[in-house]
């Protein structure tokens, strides 16, 4: 039997090759998919989501826990295909028009990959018509917005307002995040969301998606 | 370790400063969201050299280069395919004419943008792209390097070790800290001061230090603990002018000229060396914390 405990902690601790080995052994021995991923792994990634916040453990070890969740993930997404199982909700992020960092935005990027999301990055420098041409074309529950610098951050508000004049912006939920955006800018902006790291805005999608 | 310009200065001075921000005084000039600085060398040479000879006349022992963002690596990851040497070399020449014989010239050097662990890039392409930046940076007439708001050991490591094997130049190295819930401080990549100090030390820096981060006071803790770890080192400290806010639209950076430097008497109480300033600052922020230093001109 696969041991699925170990996969709790090989994500938790970020080794890759074990996620990976008990993985592929859990879904030879035909264990549901699903059961995998909500009582092994989107748990191990709450804990070292938690570690993070309470600043117990940094980026790289953030870093390694997404990747090795990412490996496991790549071989279950075919049975989940297989059986039609949705994701948990579809997010578009990028980093906005004129901001050119991408580290942050990555990392929440792999978080909500990580926590059982469906994840299309567009990259930095992304234009607002860019993310309106998303939202049009697919099915998407969350738009994600990433600035580091506060230049750029009004950049924020031109996707919305761009999102508003597509006549799509009832479809999605914006989240905003970067160093010097605040839950008050946030509100000034008209987004719908601020959190102020990676694992937040876990939950925070979570919490927007049930809302 | 190699000792030249800055070391000979701190011995006959124990405090020493430097200048401050440049890429805010470049945004009133006409910078706008997103435009590379560092293409101002080549595009806009005067108002460089202007901000340069800004901080040269308040009397700072050393100013910094327009290269921050200047690495080979952090210019493609922004999509410039561009000669990464010349604009390094340009930016040394510049602050070096600013200079004269004046004040000393630090090759500002930022991360690639790019985490090791990630694999995006190799150590060796890593490393390569450090060693051009600093071999122009010293073609163009800096006296030292200045590796500054790092994160991460691994980098670092290889950036020193870059300058090291590549130049004959005095190597400076700076880690932006931030605190944590415990209350002490660590980049985002979990090193400590005291980490940061012996691996720098270790690979070739002589100089080390702290930039960026939330502000003058929190400097002092951070200068407390590389203290704690080696009495004698020569400390850098260039921190910003707090968080900053958007305030009508606006950039602003909250602490004033005389509230950085009402932290001055701390910060030389700690034991730092060097002062200067990060985003934010401005000459006049410069001038209010040389004022108040117990350095009269």
Known sequence: MADLNKLNESIISGDLDTSVQITKEALAERTDPQEIIQKYMIPAMDVIGGKFE???????????????????????????AERGIE????????????????????????????????????????????????????????????????????????????????????????????PAVTQEFCDQIGADGYSENANGAVGLVRKLLTA | MRTTGIQELLKSRSLLFCDGAWGTIFQSAGLKPGEIAELWNRDHRKKVLEVAHSYVDLGVDMIETNSFRGNGIALAGIGLEIDAAE???LAAEISREAAGDKCLVLGSVGPTGKILMMGDVSENEMYDAFAVQVQAIEQGGADAICFETMSALDEAELAVKAAVENTNLEIICTFTFTKTVGGDYKTVMGVTPAQMAEKMLSAGASIIGTNCGNGMETMIPIVKAFRDFDSNIPLLVQPNAGIPKIENGKTVFPETPDEMASHVP????????IIGGCCGTTPDHITAIMNNSGRRE
């Open chain 1, 54 to 80: 309470r600043n117990e453990v940094f980026v790289p070890e953030l870093l390694m826990a997404a990747r090795a969740m990412k490996g496991s993930l790549e071989l279950i997404k075919p049975f989940l």
């Open chain 1, 87 to 178: 994701p948990r909700g579809r997010v578009v992020i990028g980093t906005v028009k004129g901001d050119l960092h991408d580290i942050g935005k990555n990392l929440v990027a792999s978080m909500l990959e990580g926590s059982g999301f469906e994840v299309e990055n567009l990259g930095v420098d992304v234009p607002s018509d860019k993310i309106v041409a998303v939202v049009q074309s697919k099915e998407v529950d969350i738009v994600a917005l990433s600035a580091l610098l506060t230049t750029t951050m009004p950049s924020m508000k031109d996707v919305i307002e761009a999102l508003k004049d597509a006549g799509v912006r009832d479809k999605v939920k914006v989240i905003v995040g970067g």
């Open chain 2, 87 to 89: 604009l390094n070399r």
């Open chain 2, 266 to 273: 701390g910060l030389i109480d700690a034991g730092v060396s």
